[in-house]
């Protein structure tokens, strides 16, 4: 068995932000961030996902506007000091999106809504986009009483191969990288994949 379910971007929870998908809000810089260039852009999150986000984004947009729910990044230090330094990028802090605003099929987002959570004070960001940047959540569920998992819910493999803690099944892409998450790597780890479990039939004098 070769196990290549993926993994699925974590979303804010709110019925905005759903309306909006594919209007202004995505999860993937690189996949829509030149859909707004010359543009103000605000981006969620706290930890490396969202500083290289930000960092991403400050090269397009006019301006990016990093909403954090905490006092302090989850980053590392060198990412942090590289958003917290640049001239492009505002942090609020202790921030939570409470609504995306805008239509869908007309003028899509024009901003969002954010929540002080120490002051209790609200505000309208105006921006033309909002990239939710604060994680994935692999598809492993379907396996948790039968494979070690990590403590993030990524499969666990043998280190430099794809072969699980079960004889003859076999990880692959998402659901089992925790740090690229591209599709170049993932197609990778499925060609690792099916060479492994190739070679695990042949060892079994199966094919």
Known sequence: MIIATGSSYKWLGLDSEQKLRGFGVSACATCDGFFFREKEIAVVGGGDTAMDESLFLARLGTKVTLIHRR?????????????MSHPKIEIKWNSTVEEVLGEPDQTGVTG??????????????PCSGIFVAIGHKPNSELFQDFLHLDVNGYIITEPGSTTANIEGVF??????????RQVITAAGSGAMAAMDAERWLEACELC
């Not at 990044?73 to 990412?79: H, P």
């Not at 969002?112 to 960001?125: C, S």
């Open 71 to 83: 006092e302090q990044f989850r980053a590392s230090k060198v990412m942090a000091d590289r958003v």
């Open 112 to 125: 969002v809504r954010i929540k002080n959570l120490v002051t209790g004070e609200t505000e309208v960001l």
């Open 171 to 180: 990880a692959c892409g998402d659901v089992q990288d925790n740090s690229y």
